[in-house]
Each structure stands twice: as C-alpha cells, then as structure tokens.
C-alpha cells in the first residue's frame, strides 16, 4: 500500500513539472440541439445563453445551435422560447480537449396566450422523464466521475443519494430504502437490459465493477419508488440509462489509465457531410496485464475486459436509429493450497473458478408522426452467463466438488413506445414490450459441509413475458400537474399477472415551493431459476415445488415537499410507506427465510408466497449544485424494514440499518485563467448497522458447520457503519487536450465494518468477517 501511495506522489510530481505555464487563454465550442421534452423535436428560434459570459445564439430550423471560442472553465445555460418554459442547465464544463456537445430538453408552456415572468428552471435535479414526479431526480456523467470512490460507477455513486446504501463495501449492490438489492431494473435507452456489472451472480443487480464506460454514459434518471407506468418488474428502483451521441463534426479520443483497466475510446463522424456519428470505448483489466506479463499481483488471478458503443444513424425522412450495446467478460480462478500450515481459516480448504459473462446489442427507432406523436421502438439480444465451480480439500486429501453452477441466459426484447400530446395542457404516453427468453440452469450443491453434494436445478426450454403500460398527465391549472396509468406485467412461464395502477400528483406552490404525492403498486418476477428448484413429494416422486409462484408485489406511498432556495441550492424531503406482499419464503414455519433478505443467486429452497413486508421511513437532502468551485449533498434517513416469514411473525430485515446519513462534497481550485484545476472531494457515511442472526455456538461445534438461531433472525444489529472516502484531482488544459491525474482512496480511515459473523471448524470459534478496508485507486486520463 505504502509502494502505491508513493507511485501516486511521484506521478503527481512529474506532472506537475510537465504542466505548460503559457499565458494564452484556450476557447473551446458550445453547440448542440434543443429539443421537445416529450416528442424529442427540434425546436427552433430558441435562445440559448451563455449566462456570466452573456453569450447567446438563436437555434436553427434544425434546433442545432453553436456557440464558438468559450473560455475554458464553469457555466450555466439559460434557453427561453415563446412556447416553452424558460430551461436552465448548470454545470456545463468546457475543456480544451473536446468540444461540448448539449441535447437541451424543453417543457411546453399551457400559458402560450398569457403573459409569462421568465424563471429560468434548473433541470439539474429533474427527472429526464416527465412522467417522473415523485422520488426520481437526474444524474450527470461528471457526478460519476468527480464523486469520491464512485469511480465512474453508476451504483457507488446513487450511495450519496437519500435512502440509499451500499450492501457491502467490496461490491456495488445497492440498498434502496431497505429492500434487497435484487429488486433494481436496468434500463437503457428505454428498453430493459442484463444486469452491467463484472463479477455478478445470477439474480443480482450488482458486481464488482461496471461494464458501462462514462465515456458513453448521457445524464440518466435513478427512481427510488412509486415509479412510473413505463417501468415494471422492478420493486425496488430504476437506473433509467441514457448514452450521449458520438461528435459528428470532428474525431475525438480518449486515453486512460488506472488500476481499475486501461481505457481506449473513440468518437466522431461516420461520413463527412453526414449527420451521423460514433462512440465506442474498449477496457483492459490492468490488473490480468500485469499477471500476463509476470508480476505476482496476489489473491488469485482476476480478469476482466469490456467492450461498450453507441451509433447514431439519422435520416430525412425516416426518422432516427441507434445501434448500441455493451459486452463484458470477468473472472476469477483461486487455486487451493495443499499446505496446512499456512491456513488460517476453513475457507483456505476451497477453491474454485468463477466465470461472468454480460451481452447486450440494441437497436431504437424513433418517428414523428404528425405534428403531436412520437413512435420510439427498440430490439435488444442480451446473453448472460454466471457460473462458478468449487472443489472442497477433504481430510483424506481428496478434492469434492462442492458446488457446481451454470446459468445461461438469453433474451430477445423487442418494444414500442407512443409519444402523444393531446394538447399544450396533456399528453399521453403507451407502449408495448415482449421479451423472448431462453434459459439453461445447473446447480448442484451441499446444503451445509459434510452432507451430501445433490443436484438443485437442471433445466433448460424458453418463456416469454409480456408488458404494457398507458399513463396520462394532465396539467389543468399552470403549476399542477396530475397524471395516471397502468401497467401490466404477464409471465408466460406459469401464466402469472398483474395488473397495477399508478398516479402522481405535483403542485407548485410558487416559484420556490413545491409539494408531490405519489402511488404505484409494483410487481417483480422471482429470478428465473428459482421456479426450476427439485424438491420431492411424499411418495418420494421428484417434484417443482417452486413452479407456481406468483410475483413479490408491493405498494408504494410517497408524500414529497421541496424546497428551492435558488438556482443552486435545494431542501427536498420525502416520506415513503412500500407495503409489500406475496413473497416467496420457506414452506417450513419454522426457518426465517424470505427472498426479501437475499443480495441476489436462484433458490433452491421450496418456498411459498405468504410473506409480507413493510419499509417506511423518511429522506431528507440539502444539495447545492457546483457553482463558485464547490457542492454538497447532504442526506438523512430514518427508516424501519420489517418482514414476515411462513409464521407470520414480523421481524427485522437484514437490511433495517434504522438511519443512514451521508455527505459527499467538494472543492476546485481554478489556477492560470482555468488551464488547471485542483479538486479536493470526499465523501462522510455513517449508518446503523444491517441486522444478523445470532450464532448457535453448541449446535455448531457439534455439525461442524454454522447453525443459527432460527427464532432469533435478525434480532442482532452489527455496530454503526462509518466509512470516509477521498478523491484528489489535477486537471490542466493545453491547447486541444485535457489531461486529469486523480486518486480515490476509499475507506482512507481503513475502518473495519462489521459484515457478518460464521463459526469457523478450522479455528471451532466464531469469527468476524469484515467489509473492505482501504484500496487507493489511480487514474490518469487525457482528452484530445
């Protein structure tokens, strides 16, 4: 560890050294597209403004607008237009690398005959999704990357948001108002995607690290609850993803290297005098280059690699398509050591390979039709492999295959969306979505050391789901916006449904205060090797006891008030009540188990839908956007999640930490006319801790393996979580490049937090087993 940080401070030094001095000031080019909010239209005779510089420029007929020669540095964007809403778009970066290329969104004004005041509205906290009014809010690529430890990963950067936790610090699953992680849905481009993570397991929405490049990432939407009719098969939350268009005037790359790969990535026109583009991005696992090349990098052999681009096809008539789509590869291989002496717990008997593969290529759309309708259409091909194969040392000195998974998964989706403004004060939105699945599932299994190893799952065949959804938003009076839908969820699997309504309602008190309340009742299908459990009847005949379950349903109450004290700083509060319902737990009443509790894998179990769940709780935020060289997001929450099993008696979740508070802030420092910027970030989480289930000691001394307290689960809590991360940051501009050095050191306290606790026969005592301590992460990147 000393070796990196010493690495780091020398790289800092040399760069620092090789930094020009030059007294020109760099410039660089604002240009883009303002567009409909709703039927995504150019709008023309836009003004867009540069607002310290007071630079403007009038949109085309195209709604394309440039603005030439910006001095590099921090802006805000107004745009204003007779039939829009006044828009505003903070934290605008300009670099000498590249230009800036901006797709502005405008909200039709009701009030077109009415004289109007100008109040320029940030859409840095609002939702890219109209039909999002309560517990949603925008996220930018640059939170991505400037976000202490969030290392441009979606997932650890939602951490800083109210509500939301990491369920273990070496992973990026997250926990969303104290449900299980497994209830995240993955959305790109509007259409659902595989779980984008390396080193994930099966029925999980997490990994180790994220395929998605921030080279590609657009500001995208992150949803918390009561979610939209467009979203479905989702319990939990949404990243609803959106990728930037490649720049179709000029080439344009990107270099980067750090300990978490080696990036390549590429941009620009595919034709001259074509209006098309691509952006494409490659990643190497720096550390699988260095074990190829022979340095011991220690704890086995980790590789992974990634493969992720957008293209951007428009036409005349025909309206506009994109090809996109992601692939990444990731695994892991620890060989067992047969000298006892060195071992220091059961654990180092096991070894094992571990295999994730993630696919997906999608192709969207999108048509006017007419003057008031949009039709965006879309088809994906998504293939997913999870598998893992252990080998257990026996005493006798004989290796077992312990476990033994393969999940494959592939899925063909294709979907419809109609866009339709019925007039300036309503609009309505419907689509349709098929998904064609096939799946091959193995399992094999101990349940526990020392019993026997028994085949849980073998199945392979096809399935189809089907979903739809209408939703309607009305505004009636300026200020008040009411909106209603439905959306259906069908499995064709066991010809399950649901059909579930949703609504909202927004009013804005005035032009600083705004109040929300929302509804939805959701439903999730179980992950889909869990309806393809063994399990035998009584006569001893092997059955599927799991082959008729029905989704875990949940209903969602959210009441809102926000608060906006300018164009850069905002108070929000919500209170949420998520009732949930018919979820799977043990047939047994006696166990504790339910799918409310697990971070992700298929069940082997036989389970039943006859458990229930609540979360209730409240979050609060105080966030000023970036303006004279800082921020902070403030967060608060107070929360209970508690659940039943098959007796019916309420319980802690494994997840009710009961309170979580976090602070993620920053600094720059803007030296020589904005050629180079020091950042400071960091970021403060202290939590109450996940719950656990106490430890039969006796019990497990005797079987040799961990027995709990089955009447006791999750009646301990793990002491407070306290995590403090850092990212330091040198950026510097030369004439058409940017380069930046930065170093995020997550958990820089090295604090040991309580994961769990397992008896350990190696040692025959209980053992703590502990999230992850400091790991320094270096980046250099360079734009040109």
Known sequence: MARIFRLCAGMVIIFLSLSLNGTAQYTQTIRGKVVDQLLQQPIAGATVQIVSINRSVI?????????????????????????????????????????????????????LQQSVEVVGR??????????????????????????????????????????????DDGNNDIVIRGNSPTGLLWRMEGIEIPNPNHFSSAGTSGGGISILSSQLLANSDFVTGAFAAEYGNALSGVFDLHLRKGNNEKREYTLQA?????????????????????????????????????????????????????????TVAKGEFTVFGFAGLSGQKEDID??????????????GTFKSNTTAVGITHAIKLGDRSQLKSAASYSSSLNAYYEDYLQKNGATL???????????????????????????????????????SYYLKSWNNPGLPVEEKIKTGGNTQTLQAFAQWQFTPVEKLKVEGGLHYLHLFLNNTSSLEPRAAIKYELDNSNAVSVGYGLHSQVQGLGVYFAKGFSPEGNVIAPNADLKFTRAHHFVLGYQHVFNKMLRFKAEAYYQRLFNA????????????????????????????????????LTLEKNLGNNYYFILNSSVYRSTYTARDGVWRNTRFNGSRLTNLTGGKEWTLKEGKKVIGLNVKLIHAGGFRTTPIDIEQSQQKGYTVYREKEAFTVQNPDYFRADIRVSLKWNRKNLTSTLSLDVQNVTNRLNLYNQYYDPFTTSVRNSYQAGLIPIINYKVEF
């Not at 640059?142 to 948001?161: C, G, I, K």
């Not at 080696?262 to 583009?277: D, H, Q, R, T, W």
């Not at 047969?338 to 070894?351: M, N």
């Open 59 to 111: 949109t085309e007929e195209d709604g394309s607008f440039r603005i030439t020669d910006v001095p590099i540095g921090n802006y805000h964007i107004s745009v204003t237009h007779l039939s829009y809403k006044p828009s505003f778009a903070g934290n605008v970066i300009v670099n000498s690398g590249k230009e800036v290329v901006l797709n502005l969104q405008m909200e039709t004004d009701s009030r």
């Open 122 to 167: 940030s859409r840095k906290y609002r939702p890219l999704n109209d039909m999002s009014l309560v517990s949603a809010r925008a996220f930018t690529v640059e939170e991505t990357q400037r976000y202490a430890a969030a290392v441009n990963d979606p997932l650890r950067m939602a951490t800083s948001f109210a509500g939301v936790m990491s369920a």
């Open 258 to 314: 750090g300990l978490l790969g080696l990036n390549v990535a590429a941009e620009g026109p595919i034709m001259p005098f074509y209006k098309g583009s691509y952006l494409i991005n490659y990643r190497y696992s720096t550390l699988q280059m260095l074990n190829k090349l022979g340095l011991d990098v220690g704890g086995g052999v980790t590789n992974f690699q990634d493969l992720s681009f957008n293209i951007y096809l428009p």
């Open 338 to 351: 047969r000298d006892s002496t060195k071992w220091d717990s059961e654990a180092d008997r096991y070894g």
């Open 401 to 439: 295959n312990s476990f033994n998974n393969n999940y494959r998964t592939e899925k063909v989706i294709v979907s419809s969306t109609l866009n339709h403004r019925l007039s300036n004060r309503s609009t309505v939105r419907a689509g349709v979505t098929g998904s064609f699945i096939n799946y």
């Open 584 to 619: 799977p737990v043990s047939i047994y009443d006696s166990l504790s188990f339910s799918v409310l509790n697990i971070r992700g894998d298929y069940i082997s179990d036989a389970l039943v839908n006859a458990g229930k769940g609540k979360n209730i709780g409240i979050d």
